[in-house]
T-cell receptor, first 114, second 115 residues
Framework: AQKVTQAQTEISVVEKEDVTLDCVYE???????LFWYKQPPSGELVFLIR??????QNEISGRYSWNFQKSTSSFNFTITASQVVDSAVYFC???????????FGTGTSLTVIP | KAGVTQTPRYLIKTRGQQVTLSCSPI?????VSWYQQTPGQGLQFLFE???????NKGNFPGRFSGRQFSNSRSEMNVSTLELGDSALYLC??????????????FGEGSRLTVL
């Protein structure tokens, strides 16, 4: 069975602080894809990043960076110099190589205080 | 390029009624998935449609059903509504099924309240 765990339910940081959102996944498949989505108050999930199981290179995109470690089954997300606009719920998700079903974590609600 | 459009955005029903939600995917996308989001259970997969056929189904009772039309638009129906069906129902589209690594593109959801 597949499972994604986001242990942090809520996080509050002061603007300009760095924050890391944790994600741990479980699957027995060797080929899979990991995702991060952002959900602002409007409700729409916005795609942030996709990683496949064979690519453990970390990635940086502006203030966002992702650390994928297969050895610990983790796919953590760091926001550097957080801004108020980063306030949202962030979801980590797992997708297998078969089908389009996504397995979502329960989300981490991030509040950036000005 | 228009995104995923869901209608209605908000609706209120009473127990025992039924509801139909609509989803128009991004142009050219042939796969439509539905998810239920609740505070207690998070995001849970309902079903996926591709080329008018249900390809995958989550662990929901038969009261939850859906269909897809030839233009890829999809509807989901919930019959005999229960209080626990109150949720945000999210539709997502993607270009195809397996072998693609594409992400899902989500709509803003239909927020259903059952009284």
């Amino acid at each position: 069975a597949q499972k994604v765990t986001q242990a942090q339910t809520e996080i509050s940081v002061v603007e300009k602080e760095d924050v890391t959102l944790d994600c741990v996944y479980e699957t027995r498949d060797t080929t899979y894809y990991l995702f991060w989505y952002k959900q602002p108050p409007s409700g729409e999930l916005v795609f942030l990043i996709r990683r496949n199981s064979f690519d453990e290179q970390n990635e940086i995109s502006g203030r966002y960076s992702w650390n994928f470690q297969k050895s610990t089954s983790s796919f953590n997300f760091t926001i550097t110099a957080s801004q108020v606009v980063d306030s949202a719920v962030y979801f980590c998700a797992l997708r297998l190589n078969t089908g389009n079903q996504f397995y979502f974590g329960t989300g981490t609600s991030l509040t950036v205080i000005p | 390029k228009a995104g995923v459009t869901q209608t209605p955005r908000y609706l209120i029903k009473t127990r025992g009624q039924q509801v139909t939600l609509s989803c128009s995917p991004i142009s050219g996308h042939r796969s439509v998935s539905w998810y239920q989001q609740t505070p207690g259970q998070g995001l849970q997969f309902l079903f996926e449609y591709f080329s008018e056929t249900q390809r995958n189904k989550g662990n929901f009772p038969g009261r939850f059903s859906g269909r897809q039309f030839s233009n890829s638009r999809s509807e989901m129906n919930v019959s005999t509504l229960e209080l626990g069906d109150s949720a945000l129902y999210l539709c997502a589209s993607s270009r195809g099924l397996t072998s693609n690594t594409g992400e899902l593109f989500f709509g803003e959801g239909s927020r259903l309240t059952v009284l």
